[in-house]
């Protein structure tokens, strides 16, 4: 991949570069990152003309390697104010790397009130004019586009969350089933919106496979690779059978899974929405339990729930989606929960925002605690619609806490906490207030190590280790995260030597390199300190690393514990 | 003054203490400022149990000198998350003088959900439950208060908007007639509002004068004093005839005067909103043009604006409001205007905030530029009845960009720009930037240089001496907020020297002490080197210190100029 495609929005022009040296050894997140901080102005408006949102595959993406086709999307954060990195399945990821395309830079913004699509092909970009699809859903996109150029060609879009600049708005990208998977966090489908782009089409057509330095090298690393995600117990038998909502009964026997806007650490209806019982009723209601979100997943954590009549109602239904919907909310009724998760991905819409925006709008009254339908109808008529209650929760948690004068406000730099309670699972906690991207449980996720004793056991409840285990897995992800491997490779890695050394290998044969394990902690280190001083020219300073007050005085059930950090403990965190 | 009175609204206590040492020579925001700095932890929520909200008349309130009524208000602000002060007319500081009260500081948060009133008097400080006015707008409050207590009795208040905790909210102090003057900016109103406070009231009954270390020397300063301000052209003459109003034809000739939300400098209807325009209808319809905000005031610079009935509508009616409301959302009516000062008042919500917001709401097509009646509908129907869109309004013009997307959002820290071009008035526009409270004209009014050519003349439109100028007037002003000495005093003492030396001839007088002018000048920069490090401790950095990106790129006419200082030229500010 050495293509660098430009967008220029404010004079619709487009240019092709080759790739520069310094950024030729970067892929997804380290490369998204890194083009956000040398291009764009860090005080900058992100949905002005100075953002630039930028797409990039993974350095493995488009080879054989297993669950290697993630999509990078960067830029900086309407959200948060920060830099944001933010990765999604489907298929773009691996077309963009046929196309020899290193990444895709959208920067500007038109000056008339108008809308465009990009089609990107071996020809190079275009800008078009959009009108007929403008306003609509994600679904009508991709029809729209599966109808006029077939099945095959990636679809990279944004509903009308989006095209509304809401906070909360997510990126929608196509799976080879045609159904949607997210650049979830941080608002970039707002930037995108602030573009004037819906949506963006990839056609692999004409483009050869990806090329490989060392191919038979490769092959016995990708086998080496592949065995280690089908050995482990969380990649090759948990999150295959029971999905990520695996967690909901793990998290609710810890006390971390955060209940009624994070009042408790249980909640009573888990068994209800738990990944068994939700297994249980796909099998029985002839739904798919097993589903990958790109080409080359072997771990296949996605499903294909379906609703009593066995009509499909959606996929990459999420334990955080579950937790955020069910347990924070007190709704203990998947279907409801899953017409939601249908509802936010034709809308556009982060699901884990949506689920702390839900818990907060109850907090606020404007809406009882468990309405489930209640839930769905702001979703289908205030956020879907635009109105101005829509506009106030389409906007984030933090926006809801502001227009309704509340302190209960469960975010980190603007960014909703995801699904583990920061008081019963410490080391998460210090992944939340100091990632370079506000609340992110994927962005170190120490929840593997506190709770599911993946690559050790640090006890949960104390202080002890968690800095540094924090710090140690937002290194890793961060060069994970460069890879376009998915997150969940981490497992094995943590608990399996040969799993890391295969991602080296493979690494080294894609590019005939001679890598080691340390370069790949360098690389992780230098991602991290690039996004901290682009945050910092920000205006962030560690002032901003902190958890809301209400941690540190409310205890929470069943241990009782409190958010215990110092703010000199915190701060260790960057003193590396 | 020597008492300090805490209330604990947490636990329903109250306190009188003595004030300690090192606040003895502080008053109004000098002492305001120095409490909150000691006693918030910045990175608190300023809706929270941490925040405080306190209360001091200036050094010179309760004497015979003119001017000298002013209260300040001090809290971390939830609409910038910066320190802030806020200072207004009325007649409860002249009371806390009498009654021998340096500060008022009310702490915690109720945790149950009820109301309360405090009441203020020679015998201490008493919390109440309060019920029946919960609720209403300010004019009932002063109403009842007035029916019950006597027309003698201050009164602080709160109207639905501080209920609601929105953060345009401020805080009315009634005047000796039964109006309302407002601490208006910074939304100080909903940190009342959080303490769950909806009105304080002041009873002088029994109390003493305040006592005058040397009656003789006193009165002959105050007798120089108030000479300087009726012998100065603006205070002695443009204010007391066309109030604060006078400015709309000033600035517009100048073209600097804010047009339909900072597109332009000049605005077409000037002339029908103009304060000669004012004036002349004032007098046609048999209203006051002439009016004071507290007892002693000399300058008389508010007014009685009457219907064309010759009912009255309302005072305090001031030149921000009215180029807010006016040029900045092209309504060109000031029967319309004056409406939406009544209605703010009552409603108690910033006039200069909600000007910006309603030309952001404008922008974000709410409603059509030059509704006048629009924008009372938007008042009274939205804001008044805390509609979700009422919710947006009422959280500032910023909240408003962001609920509808917009980048044209005239802001700093979150607050809304007043009166005054940055771009043609450059001195102005390193207040906005650098002022330690968000943009406020007030914090140092480099207008009165730039164009009224008071205290010497620095072109507006060159950038050469700007940053000298706004430092100095910041410093001055600090200071003169720390006497109770209205700001307009600064006009004198800008361009007469004895005006300068009777204030601090007053102050020794008045407290046997022998101060010289390089203590007032060094007490302002005290104060600022002491807000500012509340605000770096809360994560605020030079980063923050910048006007909204449009400022640069879009040139403003009739002088076509853009807001062209670096950063680097701005961050000069604070080395002093």
Redesign the interface.
Known sequence: MNKIYRVNMTDLTTSVEDCPAEWAGLGGRGLTSAIVAAEVP????P??P?NKLVFSPGLLTGTPAANSGRLSAGAKSPLTGTIKESNAGGSAAQLFARLDIKALIIEGQPTEDAWYKLALSKDGVKIEKETALVGKGNFAVVEAVQAQKGKKTGVISIGPAGE????AANISVMDPDGKLRSHGRGGLG?VM??KKIKYITVDGEGAPAVKIADPEKFKTAARTFAKALLDHPVSGEGLPTYGTNILINVLNEAGGLPTKNFRYGQFEGHDKISGETMHDIITERGGKTKHGCHAGCIIQCSQEYVDASGVYVTSGFEYETIWGFGANCCIDNLDHIAEADHLMDDIGIDSIESAVIMGVAMEAGILPWGDGPGVNRLLREEIGKG???G??LG?GAA?VG??????RVPVVKGQGIPAYDPRSVKGIGITYATSTMGADHTAGYSVATNILKVGGDVDPLKKEGQVELSRNLQIATAAVDSTGLCLFVAFPVLDIPEALTAIVEMLNARFGLSLTGDDVTALGTSILKTEHAFN??????N??D?L??FFATEPVPPHNVVWDFTDAEIDEFWNF
């Open positions: 860090p005080a900058c408006h949905l002005g100075n509304w600049r809401m906070k707002a919106g602030a109105t101005p209650l506009r106030i906007n926006e502001v227009a309704y004068g509340l302190t910092q020219a920000a205006g962030f300073t002032a901003h902190r809301p007050e």
